[in-house]
């Protein structure tokens, strides 16, 4: 690509500027050479010296052999993957990040700038979608828009704008003065039935794509309410009918197993976390084919940052970490033997962002092949937010979203940690 430089404007000004923007051949059609690529997880076929024909963002075509000239990606020596799919991530905040002070001094306009700065980060990681889970609404729209319209960097967005939750549970201003809860409430919070779908309503009204609600209490909220379910069989009713009336899917942040299954039972689509999953909870699972997103990466950290000296964490905080966060490999290792559907997730925001891939390796010690949890996050995720038809495959028609690594990640998934090249639709993004 020709980059025609006006006089007295550095170079360098105009590299970071495509950095930032992703470096696209606009209105050109540009060859990835592929020395071996996983097109399609589904078959877990790899095929040799192949050339992807990019177009419009979109792949055009494959092709067998090194063909094309001019705009040429040289992947010769790598090895090619559709870009990874995280269905659960906090990108507005991490742990760690300032002290307990920063809730009360942080604006909407900090965590739209936060947000940047880590999506930039889990794109580098390799994932090319995500699913924001939970963050402040406006500015996890505000970010949506400007990745879409090419304006940042960063993964495609699919963004709950906030959780749904009941007053005083999990997500709701817990352990702080009453006067300042309306102030630092990021969340609808409802109680009844008919309050609860009011707030489901205005998550649709603010952009959601998705709807997350809390069936159940959480480890980090600081409050001794437990990991139960939190809201009553009737309001979870409430809530999945009306999202499923709006055209939104609902999944739910559920540890307990009242919770887990009182939400399936009401329609719930898809179940993040799982941790104390019984007999019953499988069985709802796979009744109807629906995804469990274990997010083992947040149970292994919780549970590291526990029994860290220095760490942040509240009384009720640790203590709700040191019952949950070992449980969860287990937990996952059941889900898959009895065949539940499981999307890859990691609740990225507690753990730092852009380690997501570390997930793969707990996916595995949990009982999935490589392949497994390969598909885990392209054909399976995709599959879980109904984008089948769009992502997670290398195919003709698909979004250009490709990544590539050193090594064989079929036999060492630890590979998937050290990503070399990223593409998300068709523009380069990083490339080492």
Same mark, same amino acid.
């Not at 494959?62 to 000239?69: A, K, L, M, S």
């Not at 570390?358 to 054909?379: D, K, S, Y």
């Given at each position: 690509?020709?980059?025609?430089?006006?006089?007295?404007?550095?170079?360098?000004?105009?590299?970071?500027?495509?950095?930032?923007?992703?470096?696209?051949?606009?209105?050109?059609?540009?060859?990835?050479?592929?020395?071996?690529?996983?097109?399609?997880?589904?078959?877990?076929?790899?095929?040799?010296?192949?050339?992807?024909?990019?177009?419009?963002?979109?792949?055009?075509?494959?092709?067998?052999?090194? =063909?094309? %000239?001019?705009? *040429?990606?040289? /992947?010769? &020596?790598?090895? #090619?993957?559709? $870009?990874?799919? !995280?269905?659960?991530?906090?990108?507005?905040?991490?742990?760690?990040?300032?002290?307990?002070?920063?809730?009360?001094?942080?604006?909407?306009?900090?965590?739209?700038?936060?947000?940047?700065?880590?999506?930039?980060?889990?794109?580098?990681?390799?994932?090319?979608?995500?699913?924001?889970?939970?963050?402040?609404?406006?500015?996890?729209?505000?970010?949506?828009?400007?990745?879409?319209?090419?304006?940042?960097?960063?993964?495609?967005?699919?963004?709950?704008?906030?959780?749904?939750?009941?007053?005083?549970?999990?997500?709701?201003?817990?352990? =702080?003065? %009453?006067?300042? *809860?309306?102030? /630092?409430? &990021?969340?609808? #919070?409802?109680? $009844?039935?008919? !309050?609860?779908?009011?707030?489901?309503?205005?998550?649709?009204?603010?952009?959601?794509?998705?709807?997350?609600?809390?069936?159940?209490?959480?480890?980090?909220?600081?409050?001794?309410?437990?990991?139960?379910?939190?809201?009553?069989?009737?309001?979870?009713?409430?809530?999945?009918?009306?999202?499923?009336?709006?055209?939104?899917?609902?999944?739910?942040?559920?540890?307990?197993?009242?919770?887990?299954?009182?939400?399936?039972?009401?329609?719930?689509?898809?179940?993040?976390?799982?941790?104390?999953?019984?007999?019953?909870?499988?069985?709802?699972?796979?009744?109807?084919?629906?995804?469990?997103?274990?997010?083992?990466?947040?149970?292994?950290?919780?549970?590291?940052?526990?029994?860290?000296?220095?760490?942040?964490?509240?009384?009720?905080?640790?203590?709700?970490?040191?019952?949950?966060?070992?449980?969860?490999?287990?937990?996952?290792?059941?889900?898959?033997?009895?065949?539940?559907?499981?999307?890859?997730?990691?609740?990225?925001?507690?753990?730092?962002?852009?380690?997501?891939?570390?997930?793969?390796?707990?996916?595995?010690?949990?009982?999935?092949?490589?392949?497994?949890?390969?598909?885990?996050?392209?054909?399976?995720?995709?599959?879980?937010?109904?984008?089948?038809?769009?992502?997670?495959?290398?195919?003709?028609?698909?979004?250009?979203?490709?990544?590539?690594?050193?090594?064989?990640?079929?036999?060492?998934?630890?590979?998937?940690?050290?990503?070399?090249?990223?593409?998300?639709?068709?523009?380069?993004?990083?490339?080492?």
């Amino acid at each position: 690509m020709k980059v025609s430089l006006k006089k007295g404007l550095a170079a360098g000004v105009v590299a970071a500027l495509l950095a930032s923007a992703g470096a696209a051949f606009a209105g050109e059609v540009s060859y990835v050479h592929a020395g071996r690529v996983l097109a399609d997880p589904a078959t877990g076929r790899v095929a040799e010296r192949q050339t992807l024909v990019i177009e419009d963002g979109k792949v055009k075509e494959i092709r067998d052999g090194f =063909v094309g %000239e001019g705009n *040429v990606v040289d /992947l010769s &020596s790598k090895f #090619v993957l559709p $870009g990874f799919i !995280d269905s659960h991530v906090h990108l507005s905040s991490q742990q760690g990040d300032g002290d307990r002070a920063s809730r009360y001094t942080n604006t909407s306009a900090d965590a739209a700038l936060n947000a940047a700065y880590y999506a930039r980060i889990t794109l580098e990681a390799g994932f090319t979608t995500v699913a924001d889970l939970g963050g402040p609404g406006e500015s996890a729209v505000a970010l949506r828009r400007s990745i879409q319209q090419g304006r940042t960097a960063g993964p495609r967005i699919l963004a709950a704008t906030g959780m749904v939750t009941p007053h005083g549970g999990h997500g709701d201003a817990n352990g =702080v003065a %009453e006067q300042f *809860v309306p102030i /630092l409430r &990021s969340t609808a #919070v409802c109680s $009844g039935p008919d !309050d609860c779908r009011r707030a489901v309503r205005e998550r649709v009204r603010n952009g959601a794509d998705i709807i997350k609600i809390s069936a159940t209490g959480g480890v980090l909220s600081d409050t001794g309410a437990g990991l139960n379910q939190q809201f009553s069989d009737d309001e979870l009713k409430a809530i999945v009918e009306t999202a499923h009336f709006m055209g939104r899917q609902v999944t739910a942040h559920a540890h307990g197993t009242d919770g887990i299954a009182s939400f399936l039972r009401a329609g719930g689509d898809s179940i993040e976390h799982g941790t104390f999953i019984d007999e019953e909870g499988i069985r709802l699972l796979k009744q109807n084919g629906r995804y469990l997103v274990p997010t083992l990466l947040a149970g292994d950290f919780v549970a590291r940052e526990a029994v860290r000296p220095g760490n942040q964490f509240t009384p009720f905080q640790r203590q709700k970490s040191l019952e949950a966060g070992p449980l969860m490999l287990d937990m996952a290792r059941r889900a898959h033997r009895a065949g539940v559907k499981i999307a890859f997730g990691t609740d990225n925001g507690v753990a730092p962002h852009g380690t997501n891939a570390r997930e793969f390796q707990l996916l595995v010690e949990a009982g999935l092949t490589p392949l497994q949890a390969i598909q885990a996050a392209t054909i399976n995720a995709a599959d879980h937010f109904r984008l089948g038809n769009e992502i997670g495959r290398i195919t003709a028609g698909y979004s250009a979203d490709i990544i590539a690594v050193d090594g064989n990640p079929l036999e060492d998934v630890t590979t998937l940690m050290d990503v070399d090249f990223v593409m998300r639709a068709g523009n380069v993004y990083k490339n080492k």
